[in-house]
């Protein structure tokens, strides 16, 4: 039999021993590995997303972000969640034209990010943007609430533009979890979300779930001890696409026909 996955192992605790008798003497080539875990993050209604749908009128979305956005720890570019994400919104909504332009940018502060909104992304006249922030300012320690002035301009902005947004939040990652204000920026996020009535898209509470059906994050996350890996990054853009799916009134018969 083949090896199994370190991140199945949880899954295979809770397996009754005669079930799991049977399971481990299926040969390699039927024990395929199982796919992320069924963890939901729900968001608040996308209505212009879903006119644009249901009008079945072309969608726009720009992933803006720094590194986890960018594609850091993925063994290629086409391994990056703003790809991966494509590619799971075309397959569930054949026939629909749509495209996820990646504005991840290694590095980059919620500041950097605001001073190339105009060209980086409302040039591109989205329907939609998902803007991942604040892994930076924890690691350099900068202040919440300056980060928190900075992101209500860029929302602001967004708004002024006729563009609905989603937020989202930092990984549970080693790097992240060290740094001092890492809560204090979840709370600043969470804050940001419900003043400004934007769907957050909570990361952090995701890669908790994950971890509870048996997918710990060393599995999702690269070397670095920051970033996701390719299974990271796939994981996260299921759980994204079914969140965005949803919210825009996606019927849950028809997305799981595809």
């Known amino acids: 039999m083949g ?11 809770r397996v009754p021993p005669f079930l799991l008798l049977g399971l481990l003497s299926l040969p390699a080539s039927v024990m395929a590995a ?16 879903q006119a644009e749908l249901d009008a079945g009128e072309p ?19 086409q391994a990056s969640y703003p790809n991966r994400l494509e590619a799971v919104l075309r397959r569930k909504l054949p026939g629909v034209e749509l495209q996820v332009i990646n504005a991840g940018k290694s590095g980059e502060t919620s500041q950097e990010m605001l001073a190339r909104m105009e060209s980086d992304v409302i040039a591109h006249d989205p329907d939609l943007v998902i803007w991942q922030a604040g892994g930076n300012e924890v690691l350099l320690g900068r202040d919440p609430a ?3 002035d900075l992101m209500r ?13 989603v937020l989202m939040d930092n990984q549970r990652s080693p790097r992240i979890l060290d740094a001092p204000a890492h809560a204090r920026f979840d709370a600043a ?17 995701l890669m908790r779930g994950w971890q509870e059906a048996g997918l710990p994050p060393g599995e999702v996350l690269a070397q670095d001890g920051l ?6 990054y796939s994981c996260l853009a299921e759980a994204l696409a079914a969140a965005l799916l949803r919210s825009a ?7 799981a026909a595809n």
């Open 3 to 13: 090896v199994i996955p370190p991140y199945m192992t949880g899954m295979l605790r």
């Open 146 to 148: 300056a980060f928190l």
């Open 189 to 205: 996020m969470r804050l940001l979300a419900e003043e400004e009535r934007v769907p957050l898209f909570a990361r952090s509470r």
């Open 249 to 255: 009134g996606q019927r849950e018969a028809q997305l």
């Open 34 to 49: 199982p796919g992320c875990p069924s963890v939901r993050e729900a968001l608040a209604p996308l209505l212009g997303v």
């Open 227 to 232: 970033h996701h890996n390719d299974l990271g």
């Open 153 to 165: 301009q860029g929302l602001r902005r967004l708004r002024q533009a006729g563009v609905e947004v």
């Open 59 to 77: 969608l726009t979305i720009v992933a803006l972000g720094s590194s986890s956005t960018e594609g850091a720890g993925a063994s290629s570019p």
